[in-house]
T-cell receptor, first 115, second 112 residues
Framework: ETGVTQSPTHLIKTRGQQVTLRCSSQ?????VSWYQQALGQGPQFIFQ???????GRGNFPPRFSGLQFPNYSSELNVNALELDDSALYLC??????????????FGSGTRLTVV | SQQGEEDPQALSIQEGENATMNCSYK?????LQWYRQNSGRGLVHLIL?????REKHSGRLRVTLDTSKKSSSLLITASRAADTASYFC????????????FGTGTSLTVIP
C-alpha cells in the first residue's frame, strides 16, 4: 500500500489567482473526498467523487471544482482565490461501493496560503 | 457547517490516566468514526462503529454509540505521551452517499 499522496505540500498564491491541488489515492480505492481545514477547526467537507462522478457536495461555492480520473487520482481546483481560502486541504480515499462501511485514508494535506 | 461537536474542546491529563472525549451529532447516520490528527497533518482513522452497534473496542480504545441521544464517546485507557493529538469524530450521514462530516475536535495533551 502506498497510501494517499498529495502535491504540492505547501503553496502560496495571490488573491484572484487559480490553484490546482492533486491527490493520488491509495491503490484499490475508488472513492475520494476533499476537505478544507482552517486553523483550529475540524475538516469541512468540500465534495466526494465515486468512480469519476461527483456524488456529494458540501457548502462550498462553484469556484471549488474537482475531477477524478480513471486511475482514481483526483484534482481540486479553486478559482478566484480569496484570503479566506487559506487552509489545509486534505484528500481522503477509501475502497468499496457507495454504501460501504470503511474508514478513510488521508493524505498529509496541502497548506495553501492566499496573500 | 460542522455536523458534530466534540466535548471537551481541550483536555490535559497525566500519562497513565484515562481520557474520555464525547461527540454529539445532528442527523441520522450509517456509522460514526474517530480520527486522530497530529500537529496539522493528515488524519489517521482509529475506529468505526456502525449505527446498530453500541460499543466497540480496539486495543486501548473503547467507543460507545447512543443513536437515541445522537452521541458517542471515545475512551483512551492508560494514556501515553504519544497520544497527544487532536481527536475528531466523523459521521457517515444517512442518505448522502457515505459523505462524512467532522466535528470540531478535542485537543488532548498527555503530560509525561
Amino acid at each position: 500500500e502506498t497510501g494517499v499522496t498529495q502535491s504540492p505540500t505547501h503553496l502560496i498564491k495571490t488573491r484572484g489567482q487559480q490553484v490546482t491541488l492533486r491527490c493520488s489515492s491509495q491503490s484499490g480505492h475508488n472513492t475520494v473526498s476533499w476537505y478544507q481545514q482552517a486553523l483550529g477547526q475540524g475538516p469541512q467537507f468540500i465534495f466526494q467523487y465515486y468512480r469519476e462522478e461527483e456524488n456529494g457536495r458540501g457548502n462550498f461555492p462553484p469556484r471549488f471544482s474537482g475531477l477524478q480520473f480513471p486511475n482514481y487520482s483526483s484534482e481540486l481546483n479553486v478559482n478566484a482565490l480569496e484570503l479566506d481560502d487559506s487552509a489545509l486541504y486534505l484528500c481522503a480515499s477509501r475502497p468499496g461501493s457507495n454504501r460501504s462501511n470503511y474508514g478513510y485514508t488521508f493524505g498529509s494535506g496541502t497548506r495553501l496560503t492566499v496573500v | 457547517s460542522q455536523q458534530g461537536e466534540e466535548d471537551p474542546q481541550a483536555l490535559s491529563i497525566q500519562e497513565g490516566e484515562n481520557a474520555t472525549m464525547n461527540c454529539s451529532y445532528k442527523t441520522s447516520i450509517n456509522n460514526l468514526q474517530w480520527y486522530r490528527q497530529n500537529s496539522g497533518r493528515g488524519l489517521v482513522h482509529l475506529i468505526l462503529i456502525r449505527s446498530n452497534e453500541r460499543e466497540k473496542h480496539s486495543g486501548r480504545l473503547r467507543v460507545t454509540l447512543d443513536t437515541s441521544k445522537k452521541s458517542s464517546s471515545l475512551l483512551i485507557t492508560a494514556s501515553r505521551a504519544a497520544d497527544t493529538a487532536s481527536y475528531f469524530c466523523a459521521t457517515d450521514v444517512l442518505n448522502t452517499g457515505n459523505q462524512f462530516y467532522f466535528g470540531t475536535g478535542t485537543s488532548l495533551t498527555v503530560i509525561p
